[in-house]
């Protein structure tokens, strides 16, 4: 099985500007398409913005809105699968959510935030109910997160017995907390098998200051691509054969004795 190119979009967009981040994805899936990427991964909210208070929901939009039939058609021009951060709608709530949108413009999976991060993100979102989120794309199973979730290894483990080989995490992740980029999420990767795509906002916005180091992270605990601080468009490898032959010479998840964890859930 050939190996999916994967395409980490580090930006923070122009944050309360919708059409403006609708184009940047656009102008991102041309450019990896040129290097043969499968699949162009956005940050946590990037189609809206993060740190932008109460517009944030005032630009939530439906898992089918228009947005998503603009990056639907974004992803079907270049043949890119994109993956997307952006603020769900659902009635009355509105979630923080990734969606994952097929090289043919097919709408794969959405995923809604499990465990939300620090006041803003409790005061604005609901909490999503469903840990494991999946799709198949290009012979892999694809798993689907968002930053703080990546941070809980019970999160990420039940991706791995599930079968994901691929977790895609957008994030906003900010300073002091850029040890997780740099050595959580390789660690995440490592010890339950499977490719990690970290990909974080950068700069400052808000009171916040995102700090980059987007990161593809192989089963191997090594960082197969990483971005520095600043905008970047990084590209890696997701290759099954080496994946398959990290699962059968690493014993962690063959070794397991659930029977002796059961006081932890």
């Given at each position: 099985?050939?190996?999916?190119?994967?395409?980490?979009?580090?930006?923070?967009?122009?944050?309360?500007?919708?059409?403006?981040?609708?184009?940047?994805?656009?102008?991102?899936?041309?450019?990896?398409?040129?290097?043969?990427?499968?699949?162009?991964?956005?940050?946590e909210?990037?189609?809206?913005?993060?740190?932008?208070?109460?517009?944030?929901?005032?630009?939530?939009?439906?898992?089918?809105?228009?947005?998503?039939?603009?990056?639907?058609?974004?992803?079907?021009?270049?043949?890119?699968?994109?993956?997307?951060?952006?603020?769900?709608?659902?009635?009355?709530?509105?979630?923080?959510?990734?969606?994952?949108?097929?090289?043919?413009?097919?709408?794969?999976?959405?995923?809604?935030?499990?465990?939300?991060f620090?006041?803003?993100?409790q005061?604005?979102?609901?909490p999503?109910?469903?840990a494991?989120?999946?799709?198949e794309?290009?012979?892999?199973t694809?798993g689907?997160?968002?930053?703080?979730?990546?941070?809980?290894?019970?999160?990420?483990?039940?991706?791995?017995?599930?079968?994901?080989?691929?977790?895609?995490?957008?994030?906003?992740?900010?300073?002091?907390?850029?040890?997780?980029?740099?050595a959580?999420?390789?660690?995440?990767?490592f010890?339950?098998?499977?490719?990690?795509?970290?990909?974080?906002?950068?700069?400052?916005?808000?009171?916040?200051?995102?700090?980059?180091?987007?990161?593809?992270a192989?089963?191997?605990?090594t960082?197969?691509?990483?971005?520095?601080?600043?905008?970047?468009?990084v590209?890696?490898?997701?290759?099954?054969?080496?994946?398959?032959?990290s699962?059968?010479?690493?014993?962690?998840?063959?070794?397991?004795?659930?029977?002796?964890?059961?006081?932890?859930?």
């Open positions: 099985m050939p190996a999916l190119r994967t395409a980490l979009l580090q930006s923070s967009g122009r944050p309360g500007d919708v059409a403006a981040n609708l184009a940047a994805l656009e102008d991102a899936a041309a450019r990896a398409a040129t290097t043969g990427a499968g699949l162009l991964v956005s940050p909210l990037f189609l809206t913005g993060y740190a932008i208070g109460d517009d944030v929901a005032k630009l939530a939009e439906p898992a089918d809105g228009p947005a998503a039939t603009a990056i639907a058609a974004t992803a079907a021009r270049h043949g890119v699968a994109v993956a997307y951060g952006y603020p769900e709608r659902d009635g009355e709530r509105v979630f923080n959510s990734v969606q994952l949108i097929g090289a043919d413009g097919a709408r794969l999976a959405n995923y809604r935030k499990t465990h939300l620090g006041c803003f993100e005061e604005q979102f609901t999503g109910e469903h494991v989120v999946q799709a794309l290009a012979g892999l694809v689907l997160m968002i930053c703080y979730d990546v941070e809980f290894p019970e999160n990420v483990r039940s991706h791995a017995l599930a079968g994901t080989d691929l977790l895609l995490v957008p994030t906003a992740q900010m300073h002091p907390f850029q040890f997780v980029a740099e959580v999420v390789p660690v995440r990767a010890e339950n098998q499977m490719y990690v795509a970290y990909v974080n906002r950068t700069g400052p916005e808000g009171e916040f200051e995102f700090v980059g180091l987007s990161t593809l192989g089963p191997d605990g960082a197969r691509a990483r971005a520095g601080r600043g905008e970047d468009l590209h890696g490898e997701v290759d099954p054969d080496f994946l398959a032959a699962r059968a010479a690493n014993p962690y998840l063959r070794d397991r004795r659930p029977g002796l964890y059961a006081s932890l859930v």
